[in-house]
T-cell receptor, first 115, second 119 residues
Framework: AQKITQTQPGMFVQEKEAVTLDCTYDTSDPSYGLFWYKQPSSGEMIFLIYQGSYDQQNATEGRYSLNFQKARKSANLVISASQLGDSAMYFCAMRELYNTDKLIFGTGTRLQVFP | GAVVSQHPSWVICKSGTSVKIECRSLDFQATTMFWYRQFPKQSLMLMATSNEGSKATYEQGVEKDKFLINHASLTLSTLTVTSAHPEDSSFYIC???????????????FGQGTRLTVV
């Protein structure tokens, strides 16, 4: 069954430091997409980064990078040079292409950046 | 990225009444739409997946007669909460995807969400 696991309910990081948010997934679909979203207190879902199951390179988008380890089924998000505005909930998500076509989310990690 | 508009952003209704939430894709054809429910400080729980012109596929435990989903066109899906009760109060959010849109043909674009309060 399709499943996403985020084991860190909360994380603290000092401004300008890097932080890694963990995500593991489980699927039998050979083709899938992995996403990270940021959700501030306003509730909107902000797309951060995408990794396709067949992508050879780890995805990067500005200060965000995705540490994709396919054999371990992990897709950790790395935020470099943290900013106060990065404080928010972060969700890992996965969409299977063939089996179910569902987009499901992990339980989320609340990141707090302190000065 | 593509734009999805969700309306209303918030609504307060009396217990026993029905509420309709609209989700529109403004600049692309949304062949698939997802509806989620989110309780405070929790994750997005998938309620149902709908494909244009087909009946929605509901997740286990979601009452299809209570949460009516219609996806009659490629740009509009609606969620109607029928006979709403206080326990239906929640944040509802939709997302839409379409061929050729976004990353890897799997990206879905989110509406702004609707905060429903039933009194």
């Amino acid at each position: 069954a399709q499943k996403i696991t985020q084991t860190q309910p909360g994380m603290f990081v000092q401004e300008k430091e890097a932080v890694t948010l963990d995500c593991t997934y489980d699927t039998s679909d050979p083709s899938y997409g992995l996403f990270w979203y940021k959700q501030p207190s306003s509730g909107e879902m902000i797309f951060l980064i995408y990794q396709g199951s067949y992508d050879q390179q780890n995805a990067t988008e500005g200060r965000y990078s995705l540490n994709f380890q396919k054999a371990r089924k992990s897709a950790n998000l790395v935020i470099s040079a943290s900013q106060l505005g990065d404080s928010a909930m972060y969700f890992c998500a996965m969409r299977e292409l063939y089996n179910t076509d569902k987009l499901i989310f992990g339980t989320g990690t609340r990141l707090q950046v302190f000065p | 990225g593509a734009v999805v508009s969700q309306h209303p952003s918030w609504v307060i209704c009396k217990s026993g009444t029905s509420v309709k939430i609209e989700c529109r894709s403004l600049d692309f054809q949304a062949t698939t739409m997802f509806w989620y429910r989110q309780f405070p400080k929790q994750s997005l729980m998938l309620m149902a997946t709908s494909n244009e012109g087909s009946k929605a596929t509901y997740e286990q435990g979601v009452e299809k007669d209570k949460f009516l989903i219609n996806h009659a066109s490629l740009t509009l899906s609606t969620l109607t909460v029928t006979s709403a009760h206080p326990e239906d109060s929640s944040f509802y959010i939709c997302s839409a995807s379409g061929p050729g849109q976004g990353k890897g043909n799997t990206e879905a674009f989110f509406g702004q969400g609707t905060r429903l309060t039933v009194v």
